[in-house]
């Protein structure tokens, strides 16, 4: 007999896992699979290791995770766990802010600012591991999502383009099944939550794809730099430093913030993270130097690193941070279609992007009745 899930979520990021962790709480017996279209759990958050180099590995995605002073007691019930065991190391009083004249500052903040360790990708494993029947958890990775269908009471999720993945309930950990952008990355005519009701057949549904019409999205791209001269990495006193630019940086430039990670074998990983809200321009490797020299000149030890730094990659993100027209909550779940929604595109409060994600996860697990 062919085995049938009882949900299938589309995602592995932190979303995907509170969701997931939040369900086997309360269900301990519920069969549930994360479809994955990257090569481990983490999504944004996860760590890469690079292929040409085994020895490089470092987060490549999203460097940190931020709570406001108002964090909810379930988010606190998963989090305090990782503080005390020192897997989520607060580095709010470590993090840099280049203004514009390009002098470095502490950044001034009442958030706290965590990295979990020793890898972002940790964060979503911890999370899993602290679901009360671990074993029910299943991961498929390296599938893309093609296409969502329903029939007969079930949802086939078709991955890869030949795989069907049968389940009772589906649920989507970001907006892209939903949303215009997936024309282009799913390379398809039409959207897949669309295809899969009649318009009118579900009232949730629809009023979920007129408002995830109306999302824009800050689109980013991570440029990939390495130094190896390890005598003059010996300089550089600090394992991991984030240093984040002003906003006329931004403007201007479109840098976010870089990130400098060392390694195993002593030399340093540089990771500048670009932001954009409309079209990505092509910045080339020569240019994003020269711009960098600019605004470190008043910092010796960053220009030697920049001098000798070497471009090795440069990712693309399709997971893209909603900009504004946040969704209500009250969109998350259709009882109709068995559907449900969660992550960093719905309406939770004045939160950052992961708090807001992992509150909606954790809300939309609290929703479901199962048996």
């Known amino acids: 007999m062919k085995n049938i899930y009882d949900f299938v979520v589309i995602g592995a990021g932190i979303s995907a896992c509170t969701f997931a962790s939040s369900l086997n709480k309360r269900f301990s017996d519920a069969s549930i699979l994360l479809v994955e279209h990257g090569r481990k759990i983490g999504g944004r958050a996860t760590t890469r290791k690079s292929r040409k180099n085994k020895i490089l590995e470092f987060d490549h995605g999203l460097p940190s995770i931020t709570f406001s002073q108002y964090i909810s007691q379930d988010i606190m019930t998963l989090i305090l766990p990782l503080i005390d065991s020192k897997k989520l190391e607060d580095i709010s009083n470590k993090i840099l802010l280049m203004n514009k004249f390009g002098l470095l500052n502490s950044l001034s903040t009442n958030d706290k600012i965590y990295r979990s360790l020793p890898f972002m990708a940790n964060f979503c494993e911890s999370i899993i591991n602290q679901s009360t029947n671990p074993k029910k958890i299943n991961f498929l990775f390296q599938s893309l999502t093609k296409s969502i269908k329903r029939g007969n009471n079930l949802w086939k999720t078709q991955v890869n383009n030949e795989v069907f993945i049968e389940s009772k309930n589906l649920i989507l950990s970001s907006s892209l099944m939903a949303h215009p952008r997936s024309l282009e ?51 550089f006193n600090n394992q991991y430093l984030q240093i984040l630019f002003s906003n006329v940086i931004i403007d201007n430039l479109n840098f976010e913030r870089i990130i ?49 730094a070497k471009l090795i990659d440069e990712m693309d993100w399709r997971a893209s941070q909603p900009l504004n027209h946040l969704l209500p909550k009250e969109l998350q779940w259709s009882s109709i279609g068995k559907i449900g929604f969660c992550g960093d595109w719905f309406d939770m409060g004045s939160f950052g992007a992961v708090e807001t994600a992992m509150n909606s996860s954790i809300r939309l697990a609290k929703l479901l009745n199962w048996n």
Request: hydrophobic letters at 45%; glycine letters at 2%; charged letters at 20%.
């Open 260 to 308: 400098f990670q060392r390694q195993s074998d002593g030399s340093i990983i540089i990771l500048l993270h670009c932001s954009y809200v409309n079209k990505k321009p092509e910045i080339n490797i020569d240019h994003i130097i020269k711009s960098l020299i600019l605004l470190f000149m008043n910092y010796q030890i960053f220009l030697d690193l920049f001098l000798h």
């Open 185 to 235: 990355i799913l390379n398809t005519t039409s959207l897949p939550l669309r295809d899969a009701f009649i318009p009118g057949q579900d009232q949730v549904v629809d009023a979920l794809l007129r408002e995830t019409s109306k999302l824009n999205y800050i689109k980013r791209k991570i440029y990939i730099l390495h130094v190896s001269n390890l005598v003059l990495v010996q300089n």
